[in-house]
């Protein structure tokens, strides 16, 4: 349970996917220009994060491992992370129009968002029983939708804001996001694994 | 005998998430209409909205249905209508094609400040702070809230302070006239036909002149002039009826600050341009 909390706290705030590892940055900077995009982008790789992750550790653990081939692990990843987002459109298309329009390109974009492999990958690099890694993949989406939700607030506001020129668009956004990440680094070494 | 197996695996897996989001398409499948797809491709695909529906997808949909007209897309104008109402076999309704006139003249060089406004570039903020930085509570800011809202980028802001309207790029969408906090920019019938009162101030004439060398102070002489009673004062601000106005001019004559005005003959930003150098040597 312990191990559990602090993988929770460690890849929300501590070890945050996109301020400390610097995984989807490219998300994180194109979709944080308005709050409602941001934030079904965020449940988007919430839930693509946390299917992929079980997919992949059941096909490691049982097909990967036993056959010796762990060293196609990224191939199968891929593999598991295209189809698996391509079910969810196809899937939510049907059931939830709605939300389908909602989330529009971004859900196609996830599976080009290397967040999702990096946690699947991390997950059975580490070691982690089946239990932590969809806690594992749990908490680190939600590190990744903190971070972009922070930063569609942030950029709200720029929008607002007078400032030189050279400063305007995405120098700004740049800065803003290293600003951030400078801010997380205070949670550095606050708990490990 | 270790590709063999890797080529197996993964061919394996492959082929299982390949059957399987087969059969999920087949299982999930949605029906779409390719009319309505179709359609869609006919439409200008800006998503404004003007229709009324969500966009252009929606709007496609309630057209096939027989919801919406086929004249329905208003930045489409005729040529789209004309094309929906021939992929749809129905009959051409021709639409008539607004444009967006702003109501307003007192561009900067007419017009009093109140003091020298240094905050966010948006009108309904500016607007909202101390009644707005002109000394008239009713006229144009000139910030640009309507350049935003414009998808056509048929709008700008002159240099004299008040938006200038590309008639040749302008749909018609009406998203400048719902942008403008004041309502200063309304939405016509096209063409060149008809006197306007270019003003919205609803203030007393006394308020009005001290405000703005070419606010309708409403002293009514247009009212009394005009032979077709096509004008009347709503609230201290005389309003022409375009499909009364007959267009003979008796109005502009009387007009004291010289507020009305043909639609072909609106004052153009050069010509504001040309009134402010003039005061400027005049004052030298």
């Known amino acids: 349970m312990e191990k559990l909390l602090s993988i929770i706290f460690i890849y929300i705030f501590v070890e945050n996917f996109v301020l400390q590892r610097f995984f989807g940055i490219c998300p994180f900077l194109g979709v944080s220009r308005k709050m409602e995009t941001a934030i079904g982008m965020s449940m988007a790789v919430v839930f693509v994060m946390t299917m992929a992750t079980l997919v992949t550790w059941l096909l490691y653990t049982f097909v990967l491992v036993p056959f010796n081939l762990t060293y196609l692990q990224i191939v199968t990843f891929i593999l598991v992370i295209a189809s698996l987002v391509q079910l969810v459109e196809i899937v939510l298309r049907k059931i939830s129009p709605t939300l389908y329009q909602g989330l529009g390109i971004f859900l196609p974009l996830i599976t080009t968002n290397c967040a999702v492999m990096a946690v699947a990958l991390l997950a059975v690099r580490q070691e982690f029983s089946f239990l932590e890694s969809v806690v594992f993949a749990i908490a680190a989406s939600i590190g990744f939708s903190l971070a972009l939700i922070i930063m569609a607030g942030i950029r709200e506001r720029l929008e607002l804001a007078e400032m030189p020129d050279v400063l305007q668009g995405s120098a700004v956004t740049l800065i803003t996001a290293g600003i951030l990440s400078l801010a997380f680094l205070g949670f550095k070494g606050m708990l490990t694994l | ?284």
């Open chain 2, 1 to 284: 005998m270790l590709i063999i197996y890797a080529v197996a695996a993964l061919g394996l897996l492959g082929l299982l998430f390949g059957i399987f989001l087969a059969l999920a398409a087949r299982f999930f499948a949605v029906d779409t209409d390719p009319m309505v797809e179709a359609v869609k491709d006919e439409l200008p695909g800006a998503n404004c909205g003007a229709c009324g529906y969500a966009g252009c997808s929606s709007f496609a949909e309630a057209v096939v249905s027989g919801e919406a007209k086929t004249n329905g897309c208003i930045p489409g104008g005729d040529e789209t209508a004309k094309a929906i109402a021939e992929l749809l076999g129905r009959e051409v309704s021709s639409s008539a094609q607004p444009v967006a006139t702003v109501f307003c003249i007192g561009d900067c060089f007419k017009t009093e400040d109140k003091f020298i406004y240094d905050g966010v570039t948006d009108c309904e903020v500016a607007g909202n702070f101390i009644g707005g930085f002109k000394v008239c509570g009713y006229g144009c800011l000139g910030l640009g809230n309507c350049v935003e809202a414009c998808l056509f980028d048929a709008i700008k802001i002159g240099e004299h302070g008040l938006p200038v309207v590309d008639v040749e790029k302008c749909t018609g969408c009406g998203l400048c006239a719902k942008a403008c906090p004041r309502t200063i920019i309304k939405m016509l019938p096209k063409g060149e036909n008809g006197h306007l009162v270019l003003c919205n101030s609803h203030d007393r004439g006394k308020t009005v002149s001290k405000a703005c060398e070419v606010g309708c102070i409403a002293c009514k002489a247009c009212v009394k002039v005009c032979p077709e009673e096509a004008i009347v004062m709503e609230d201290n601000l005389a309003v022409i009826d375009l499909e009364k106005c007959t267009d003979c001019g008796k109005c502009v004559e009387k007009c004291p600050p010289g507020t009305i005005f043909r639609r072909n003959a609106i004052p153009t930003e050069e010509q504001a341009l040309a009134y402010a150098a003039e005061k400027a040597t005049e004052s030298a």
